[in-house]
């Protein structure tokens, strides 16, 4: 391992530049414990990022930064990727900065159609100031735009709608379901429904598979992963986190995932050299409680790099649910997981489901 991480390879990196926000998530509570401006990382921090294939700027809200088009030409000399996840609400903002970068991807997260996203973003008109943002990057000619929807019982039925509105547009569509962990400030988050939430996501990973891009097919199996998850079961594919992917928050700590009950730190930007930060002994400390960890996250952040490494685990499973498109009506059947079967048949109880899902939220899972 340490051969590896010394060989200069590029990265995955997501960099959380604020934990301000003007969204009142009800499954995030981060807007209640904010960064103060004056502590939140600078450029010259920023300068010591290694490189990187991939890099994700969050927050918080990220566009509440005034200087965001300076942290975004100083990434670019680090990355060859940029998306930034917002909510859209600073709709001038974001068609500012688009107009610098317009090779920039920018994610807005919407939690499934006006009602429920409002109700649930906190965000009075919410859902019409994001996809009005939306459909002016589009019109645009933005290329790398996409909605992100975190998944819970309240707007699973949106799910697939919402999926269509976007796709309509030609716009990318990234899903989550609920986490806990420091990062969101909750340890309450829990599907109730979770039959209910699986047919949703199940009727999206069938019309994922049957279409004509095999970067969607992928992303079936993304989900698919997210109804293993939902269901409290280890995750699909080994966790790379703090080897291929890293953190860093607005204070300069570098970890290596945002998924912890509590903050795992290998060092800080602001006093040390990468360098220095990625192999020191607090790293390899670090690495080993992941190596540990059973958790079982299943976020976008660590799945996508892992389903890099692994490749042929996600595409025997799409070859496998494309062939099936010849000999049945619907290629995916969320049955097809012992689990979702065993809890049909009365094998696993909803109690015995809850509590796999009350570890987590303790940490002790």
């Known amino acids: 391992m340490a051969d590896k991480k010394k060989t200069g390879k590029k990265l995955n990196g997501t960099v959380i530049v604020t934990y301000r926000c003007n969204s009142r998530c009800n499954m995030c509570s981060r807007y209640k414990e904010p960064s103060r401006p004056e502590d939140e990382i600078s450029l010259d921090a920023l300068k010591k990022l290694p490189p990187m294939y991939f890099t994700n700027i969050t927050g918080g809200e990220p566009f509440i930064r005034m200087d965001l088009k300076d942290i975004v030409w100083e990434l670019y000399k680090k990355s060859d990727r940029i998306v930034i996840s917002t909510n859209g609400f600073f709709t001038e903002r974001i068609i500012d900065l688009c107009r610098e970068f317009p090779q920039i991807g920018i994610r807005i997260s919407i939690e499934g159609l006006e009602k429920n996203n409002n109700e649930i973003r906190g965000l009075e008109d919410g859902f019409n100031r994001g996809y009005t943002t939306l459909k002016k990057l589009h019109e645009m000619g933005m290329k790398d735009i996409g909605v992100g929807m975190t998944i819970q019982d309240r707007n699973a039925s949106d799910l697939v709608p919402l999926y269509e509105l976007v796709d309509e547009l030609g716009m990318e569509f990234a899903t989550a379901a609920l986490h806990n962990s420091f990062y969101f400030v909750e340890n309450r988050n829990i599907i109730h429904n979770r039959p209910s939430v699986a047919e949703n996501l199940e009727d999206l990973i069938n019309k994922l598979l049957k ?113 099936l498109f010849f000999c049945k009506a619907k290629s995916y059947d969320m049955y097809e997981n012992k689990i979702v079967r065993d809890y049909r048949d009365g094998i696993v109880t909803k109690s015995e489901l809850d509590y796999l899902s009350t570890c987590d939220i303790c940490g002790s899972k």
């Open 211 to 323: 279409s004509n891009s095999p970067k969607k097919w992928f992303r079936a199996y993304f989900n698919h992963g997210l109804i293993n998850y939902i269901y409290g079961q280890k995750r699909l594919l080994p966790c790379g986190t703090g080897v291929d992917v890293f953190f860093i928050d607005p204070y300069g700590d570098v970890m290596p995932c945002n998924g912890t009950k509590k903050k795992e730190v290998m060092g800080n930007l602001n006093n040390q050299t990468w360098e220095e930060i990625w192999n020191s002994p607090s790293a390899e400390s670090v690495r080993k409680k992941v190596h540990q960890c059973n958790r079982d996250c299943w976020m976008i952040g660590s799945a996508s790099p892992a389903m890099r490494r692994y490749i042929w685990k996600p595409a025997w499973w799409v070859v496998k649910h494309k062939f």
